[in-house]
């Protein structure tokens, strides 16, 4: 598995590199932007769609006998290899010229997620775990993450794209009431909170409503960070759903219980 590993890894990152060329490419430019919902803005652009069908034809061409999810188009097989991704996650932000939008791509074997990297291209940083390893990677360097030794609610810093993206409004008054206990709160992060958690900087991060490619390829950066990543019901994140990424299982509990 060791040798394997390396050699998704190697290949996750050559994915990373094409889909930052092409993200690249529209990001602060004037491009269309189509909504894909009829009942909220849920936009989609021509740099989420290009990313796609270049991911998806690479790994077709590389792994042919791999099952791949993808926020846009998706190519599911019978196989225990599975790629998740999420061309641009945070849309929004990119539309906006906003920079904390990213590209997640993980790898599962058997419903397990093995591999995960989340790239912030506006901000030439990407952030990867696997096996006992998660790092960094800015201008070059590589870097050791490690989640904040915090364990105290009211010193905590809480992140979350927006409360009124939750799935419904019992999960906002929930996260309301989580709000009031820490020390401070801070919207718009997108997939950016989960790598800044990772990094230390931030103890927790509430989401509801999530799909399972905004939120796999984080799984293996904050645990191997030392964190833990579950869904509000200390359940697995695989299928998405309510989420809280925590440093430490204390912060976790707290969170969880408030949350329910």
Same mark, same amino acid.
């Not at 997640?104 to 952030?127: F, M, T, W």
């Given at each position: 598995m060791n040798n394997e590993i390396y050699k998704f890894l190697k290949f996750t990152n050559m994915l990373a590199d094409e889909a930052r060329k092409i993200?690249?490419?529209? #990001? @602060?430019?004037?491009?269309? +932007?189509?909504?894909? *919902?009829?009942?909220?803005?849920?936009? +989609?652009?021509?740099?989420d769609t290009k990313i796609q069908l270049r991911l998806n034809e690479l790994i077709v061409k590389n792994y042919p006998e791999h099952s791949v999810l993808g926020e846009e188009e998706s190519l599911i097989k019978h196989n225990p290899y599975e790629w998740c991704i999420d061309p641009i996650d945070g849309t929004k932000s990119f539309i906006q010229g906003v920079p904390l939008w990213g590209t997640?791509?993980?790898?599962?074997? /058997?419903? $397990?997620? %093995?591999?995960?990297?989340? =790239?912030?291209?506006? &901000? $030439?940083? /990407?952030?990867v775990g696997y096996k006992n390893n998660a790092y960094k990677?800015?201008?070059?360097? @590589?870097?050791?993450?490690? !989640?904040?030794? $915090?364990?105290?609610?009211?010193k905590s810093i &809480?992140?979350?794209? *927006?409360?009124?993206l #939750?799935?419904?409004?019992?999960?906002?008054?929930? #996260?309301?009431? &989580?709000?009031k206990r820490v020390r401070s709160i /801070?919207?718009?992060? =997108?997939?950016?909170?989960?790598c800044l958690l990772a990094d230390g900087h931030v103890d927790i !991060? +509430?989401? *509801?409503?999530?799909?399972?490619?905004? %939120?796999r390829a984080l799984e293996p950066i904050i645990i191997n960070a030392g964190g833990i990543l579950k869904t509000w019901n $200390?359940?697995?994140? #695989?299928?998405?759903?309510?989420i809280i990424a925590c440093n430490n299982k204390e912060l976790f509990k707290i969170c969880s219980k408030i949350l329910n």
């Open positions: 993200s690249l490419k529209y #990001f @602060k430019k004037k491009i269309d +932007v189509i909504n894909k *919902s009829k009942n909220e803005f849920d936009p +989609v652009t021509i740099a997640l791509i993980s790898l599962s074997k /058997r419903g $397990n997620i %093995i591999l995960g990297v989340a =790239d912030i291209p506006a &901000l $030439n940083e /990407r952030y990677i800015v201008n070059g360097k @590589k870097t050791k993450l490690k !989640v904040s030794k $915090n364990k105290k609610i009211s &809480l992140n979350t794209t *927006s409360p009124y #939750f799935a419904n409004k019992n999960d906002q008054k929930s #996260f309301e009431k &989580l709000g /801070r919207l718009g992060g =997108d997939c950016y909170s989960y !991060v +509430v989401e *509801s409503g999530l799909n399972p490619w905004d %939120i $200390n359940e697995s994140i #695989f299928t998405g759903g309510k």
